[in-house]
């Protein structure tokens, strides 16, 4: 493995000299080495490295990071481990501190558990360690993407889980004036700016409000903004913020918005426990380090550790990866589909050929007239079709047994800002796959800009219901139901779901709130936070 460059420091091997080190000899970077994009830090040797970890103190470097490296070079067989055998019992001792753990017992089963591929939590050490302290370790939590943002470069960031953390302690993490505290290895402030406290938003029932923040995180360089941050909590059933870059003080961004939202699954599940999903979408104004952006995943899964805090077990992350859709008609049917469809609908092309017939047996009948009629005829058939298809195939039977006939929902109009504050259920387009919605928004990707529910119990002939969904910015900006796409899913565990897209490209980013009823007039509304990024797949 390629060593880190030389730089200008004065000899003293800080953590973060230690840690990109390490994660060199781990492997992060592949075969080569950082990229060239990060910033000149000089080599540490394994053994240096290893005890400047091992003596950072644990506000500043968390046991979990301690664990992570560990687990990281096990997997690379741990690296120099002959010359620097006291130093990794030295790094393995500061985490167990007076626990009753072995030290060499612990690096074993860091090496079992990297062999066999599986997550470190599993293993009997772990059994003594805290929750927080083993989570995600030996297991992916990040998708990463690039995205653009206007056009601007990302990289896109998104992890979620169920904890059985209690609410309260999940929660609080959502507070960004708690990061600091509860995640010293990524956050090194995140102050108030102009104000003693951010600026209350009155709501009944709810810790609403809005602050600007002065942040400073520590990746692969330190990075400061000036952030605009939404935060809501109601009650004990969700918790949620938003951030939005303002200023770039040291100049080193373009881009830092996403969200973080917590959601109480008690009240579908039975079971105690809470379903967290978060984003981050950074861009920086150094081509290079967007480059660099992709490699931040052990920062940004150290801050999530932090949700754990208080649990009995360690998460199992949710693959945010779409399910696959359930399938549509087979082509070979979809004539007969199509037929059945007609004969739903006959009663349009019914009066369109009395009309003819009526108009026929006159004398004032003319070949323009027949022009006329055909081309009625064709057009209605032609717009029945292209809903069709533009709302999915896979719908034709359920149009074909609607007494009503054409049942393809037209187009949304473009959202207008609504200060309404009571969301109001809707009927929106559900099936069992749900077809991009037209217009510009069918060219984001899957994954962008969409949101998937689970609703246990949810019945297959159920048509859920989202209300308009509100942003928790003041203001209120609101996405209209009308513009939400519905789709029942099946999760990978055979739990099922909701899927909601918007092709609402007016509303501005943010986070957006409202419910989810199982049907029209269900009394279960399964609360809904939904995140509008304004990216696109680069």
């Known amino acids: 493995m390629t060593d880190p460059k030389v730089s200008t420091a004065d000899g003293t091997v800080t953590p973060h000299d230690a840690y990109v080190s390490l994660l060199t000899r781990s492997g992060h970077f592949g075969n080569e080495g950082p990229p060239p994009a990060l910033p000149q830090l000089r080599p540490v040797e394994t053994s240096e490295a290893l005890r400047a970890f091992a003596e950072a103190p644990t506000n500043e470097v968390p046991n979990s990071v301690r664990l992570s490296v560990l687990y990281d070079l096990a997997r690379q067989g741990f690296p120099d481990r002959d010359p620097a055998n006291d130093e990794y019992r030295h790094l393995a001792q500061s985490v167990i501190g007076r626990r009753n753990v072995d030290p060499e017992q612990l690096l074993q089963d860091l090496r079992s558990a990297s062999t066999d591929g599986k997550p470190f939590h599993t293993t009997s050490t772990a059994q003594a360690l805290k929750a927080e302290e083993v989570a995600f370790i030996g297991e992916s939590v990040c998708t990463v993407h690039q995205v653009k943002v206007g056009d601007l470069v990302g990289t896109w960031l998104y992890s979620e889980f169920d904890t059985d953390a209690d609410f309260k302690s999940v929660s609080e993490w959502v507070d960004p004036r708690k990061w600091p505290k509860l995640a010293p290895f990524m956050f090194k402030k995140m102050d108030v700016v102009g104000a003693p406290e951010p600026l209350a938003i009155p709501e009944e029932g709810t810790d609403h409000w809005h602050g600007v923040f002065h942040e400073e995180v520590q990746l692969f360089d330190r990075v400061s903004a000036i952030l605009h941050c939404d935060h809501r909590t109601v009650g004990n059933r969700l918790a949620g913020m938003t951030f939005e870059l303002t200023f770039s003080p040291d100049g080193q961004l373009d881009v830092d918005r996403g969200y973080i939202t917590v959601t109480n699954t008690e009240p579908e599940t039975g079971v105690k426990g809470c379903r967290v999903q978060a984003l981050k979408i950074v861009g920086f104004t150094d081509d290079g380090w967007d480059v660099v952006a992709r490699y931040v995943c052990p920062y940004w899964t150290d801050f999530l550790r932090a949700a754990v805090q208080g649990g009995k077990s360690a998460p199992t992350p949710r693959?945010?990866?779409?399910?696959?859709?359930?399938?549509?008609?087979?082509?070979?049917?979809?004539?007969?589909?199509?037929?059945?469809?007609?004969?739903?609908?006959?009663?349009?092309?019914?009066?369109?050929?009395?009309?003819?017939?009526?108009?026929?047996?006159?004398?004032?009948?003319?070949?323009?007239?027949?022009?006329?009629?055909?081309?009625?005829?064709?057009?209605?058939?032609?717009?029945?079709?292209?809903?069709?298809?533009?709302?999915?195939?896979?719908?034709?039977?359920?149009?074909?047994?609607?007494?009503?006939?054409?049942?393809?929902?037209?187009?949304?109009?473009?959202?207008?800002?609504?200060?309404?504050?009571?969301?109001?259920?809707?009927?929106?387009?559900?099936?069992?796959?749900?077809?991009?919605?037209?217009?510009?928004?069918?060219?984001?990707?899957?994954?962008?800009?969409?949101?998937?529910?689970?609703?246990?119990?949810?019945?297959?002939?159920?048509?859920?219901?989202?209300?308009?969904?509100?942003?928790?910015?003041?203001?209120?900006?609101?996405?209209?139901?009308?513009?939400?796409?519905?789709?029942?899913?099946?999760?990978?565990?055979?739990?099922?779901?909701?899927?909601?897209?918007?092709?609402?490209?007016?509303?501005?980013?943010?986070?957006?709130?409202?419910?989810?009823?199982?049907?029209?007039?269900a009394p279960n509304a399964v609360p809904v936070q939904f995140y509008v990024s304004g990216a696109r797949e680069r």
């Open 319 to 521: 693959d945010p990866s779409l399910p696959p859709p359930a399938p549509g008609p087979d082509p070979g049917d979809l004539l007969g589909e199509w037929t059945e469809f007609l004969g739903a609908t006959a009663r349009t092309y019914l009066d369109l050929f009395e009309g003819v017939n009526a108009r026929a047996v006159s004398r004032s009948y003319s070949p323009s007239d027949w022009l006329a009629d055909g081309s009625r005829f064709w057009s209605q058939m032609a717009k029945d079709w292209a809903q069709a298809w533009t709302y999915g195939l896979e719908r034709l039977p359920e149009a074909a047994r609607d007494p009503g006939g054409t049942v393809f929902a037209r187009p949304p109009r473009p959202a207008t800002a609504s200060s309404s504050a009571t969301p109001r259920p809707t009927a929106s387009v559900a099936g069992r796959r749900a077809a991009a919605p037209p217009g510009p928004a069918a060219d984001r990707p899957p994954g962008l800009d969409e949101l998937i529910v689970p609703v246990p119990g949810l019945g297959e002939q159920e048509r859920p219901v989202v209300s308009d969904l509100r942003s928790i910015e003041a203001g209120a900006a609101t996405i209209p139901a009308a513009a939400v796409s519905v789709a029942v899913v099946s999760l990978p565990d055979g739990t099922p779901g909701v899927r909601l897209r918007t092709s609402d490209t007016s509303a501005p980013p943010g986070l957006y709130v409202g419910s989810l009823l199982p049907a029209a007039g």
